[in-house]
């Protein structure tokens, strides 16, 4: 969004020679001048951190008080599996939303919705603010996909779909929701993206309690490898108090 810098953060020696022949600075900067004149955003700039990837990426994004930290996915091999891990370490410990962009991923003319999940989690809802900011962004609406286990969630889930419903219809944003029974939650909201031919799905990514951790990390993990669409993953506690999508 206009206004809003952008940094490309490299981890590594800044002559490092990339397989094209170039060094590694040549190519951010490169990367740089290309996009600069078709922004609409603030600055667009690099960096080159040192040491560890994870503990490099989340120091910058914690010293440069990012909005958003923005990282491709990979899928298969046993390069690609290094960088998974350290993808979702990255995931994990980001202070800020980290959106994983999948390499297939191209910009739109147009749009899908945004797929939200809710569960019967007290905090469950507290992902719907991100979800309007991308929907806000991308002119799109925002689908709110309510998961249960069994009937008897139903009625409370019904409740939370008409909160928010309320909630979007205040934010000025278009709102669509269905109840899908559940074993598996990746499974589930991967069939409902295809199905409403979403562009974007919100997932948490919970780094407290050990339990909801390792069922998070496993559909999350899925997601990363296995999604078509970008995926923002945001922690429970993080709050939208300096987000500027």
């Known amino acids: 969004k206009e206004g809003v810098d952008v940094r490309v953060f490299w981890v590594g ?3 490092a020679v990339l397989p094209d022949g170039r060094k590694a600075s040549d190519a951010l900067q490169a990367i740089c001048d290309r996009y600069t004149p078709k922004a609409t955003v603030g600055k667009i ?14 120091t910058y994004v914690r010293e ?4 958003m930290l923005v990282i491709g996915s990979t899928t298969a091999g046993k390069r690609e599996a290094t960088k998974d891990s350290k993808h979702i370490q990255i995931l994990y410990r980001s ?7 999948p390499f297939s991923f191209k910009p739109q003319e147009k749009y899908g919705p945004v797929v939200v999940s809710v569960t019967s989690d007290p905090t469950t809802r507290a992902k719907l603010p991100y979800a309007v900011h991308l929907a806000k962004l991308f002119d799109t609406s925002v689908h709110v996909l309510s998961l249960i286990e069994n009937n008897s969630e139903r009625p409370t889930m019904r409740a939370y779909l008409s909160q928010c419903e309320q909630y979007l219809e205040a934010q000025g944003v278009a709102f669509a929701g269905a109840i899908r029974d559940y074993t598996d939650f990746f499974t589930a909201m991967a069939d409902y993206i295809e199905s409403v ?5 919100v997932y948490y990514t919970e780094r407290e309690s050990l339990i909801k951790r390792v069922t998070h990390t496993t559909a999350v993990k899925r ?6 669409v970008p995926i923002l993953g945001v922690h429970p506690d993080n709050t939208l108090v300096n987000i500027r999508l």
């Open 13 to 15: 020696d800044a002559d």
């Open 45 to 58: 700039g690099y960096d080159i951190g040192e040491g560890d990837v994870v503990d490099s990426v989340c």
């Open 64 to 67: 440069q008080d990012a909005t």
């Open 95 to 101: 202070d800020v939303p980290v959106l994983l962009l």
């Open 197 to 201: 031919g979403a562009s974007f799905a």
């Open 223 to 228: 997601a990363k490898r296995e999604s078509n």
